[in-house]
């Protein structure tokens, strides 16, 4: 991977574009192939404007969709292995609660993934998280594996990037234009694989798809402590779902980020498939709100797209072609 005032090549195996969780993970596993690897970013680093930077996300073994539950074992154990390469803390474990209503299919689908011992009864819930009251009938479920990624820390533990622009791609290959700020000699660099921003692989007029990802607001607040350490020495995260009054359901961190504080919010499958014309563009899309605890396993796969080895998981739930009418001028 190219680093900031390092030399170039004009020709690469691979070239990701966004350098964000999802690309710099990608790049990182191209290169420890051995793949000349060029990772782009059309902001200068660090900045605010995806969905990558913060101090912290929540990650958990406990999921309703089950191909995301048997992803997750590789991701924790990808995750050891970059904290290790790094040196430094990732990860910061402090257990998960989920609560919600019998029957509710997403609790039901956690405590599917999760077993039969992971239901905490009202009286030990009440013991150890006397901050967390479930509504009367509610059920508490515990993810012993849970806690909180340290996600600033951890995306420049596997970053490397340029503040370089995107020109297009074109049929058979792809070609990217540097700004003026960068030498001469490196304006111009070529690739047989590219994964890209969705949005300009969307809009891109010879590679366009009619679908697109729905954005949602989500809504982050955080709670001053009635009485500061109230919560104990370690508080969890928690999630709750089948909420009459939040359709699509609460999180929460404990206050790591800003003490004294604690951070609650509301959140498809994502998006990873070759483009359904040109297929030497790999993309991924659709992270947003539960994509940052799998990126490890997300970079591996788009990297395995993109050199045409078997993923190492089922890819049909990320396929493009489970949206209906998704090609219009790409076909």
């Known amino acids: 991977m190219a680093a900031p005032g390092q030399p170039r090549c004009t020709s690469y195996d691979a070239i990701v574009i966004g350098a964000g969780i ?18 782009l970013e ?34 924790f154990h990808l995750w050891q292995q970059l904290e290790d390469e790094a040196g430094i803390p990732l990860y910061r474990r402090t257990g998960l609660v989920v609560l919600g209503p019998p029957g509710d299919p997403k609790l039901e689908g956690c405590r599917h993934s999760m077993g ?22 509610e059920v508490a479920l515990w993810d012993s594996s ?36 960068l030498p001469p000699h490196t304006g111009r660099v070529s690739s047989d694989h590219c994964k890209g921003w969705w949005p300009q692989v969307a ?3 010879r590679a366009r798809l009619t679908c697109s990802p729905q ?13 500061p350490g109230s919560g104990g020495a370690v508080t ?22 800003y003490p004294g504080l604690v951070k609650n919010t509301p959140d498809g499958d994502f998006i990873l498939d070759q483009h359904p014309k040109y297929s030497n563009i790999i993309i991924g899309a659709g992270f947003s709100g539960h994509g940052f605890k799998l990126a490890p396993v997300v970079g591996q796969l788009l990297c395995e797209l993109s050199l045409g080895e078997e993923p190492s998981h089922c890819m049909a739930p990320f396929t493009i072609s489970r949206f209906p009418g998704v090609l219009r001028a790409a076909l």
């Not at 954005?215 to 009485?227: F, G, M, Q, S, T």
């Not at 359709?247 to 961190?253: A, Q, S, W």
């Open 236 to 257: 969890p995260c928690f999630m709750a779902t089948g909420l009459p009054y939040a359709p699509h359901g609460i999180y929460g961190l404990p206050a790591l980020e």
């Open 146 to 181: 849970g806690g909180v990624l340290l996600a600033n820390r951890a995306l420049q533990a596997v970053q490397v990037g340029d503040d370089t622009g995107t020109e297009g791609w074109g049929h058979g290959g792809c070609s990217i234009s540097t700004p003026p700020s």
């Open 22 to 39: 999802q690309g710099s993970f990608a790049a990182y596993h191209l290169a420890q192939r051995r793949r000349d690897t060029l990772l």
């Open 116 to 137: 039969p011992d992971a239901v905490l009864d009202a009286l030990t819930l009440a013991q150890r998280f006397p901050g967390l009251r479930p509504r009367p009938g």
């Open 215 to 227: 954005p949602l607001r989500i809504d982050v607040c955080y709670w001053r402590e009635k009485e």
């Open 42 to 75: 059309q902001f200068f680093l660090p900045h605010s404007r995806g969905s990558s930077h913060g101090q912290s996300r929540i990650t958990r073994s406990a999921y309703p969709e089950q191909h995301y539950a048997r992803m997750m074992p590789h991701s």
């Open 203 to 205: 809009v891109w007029p």
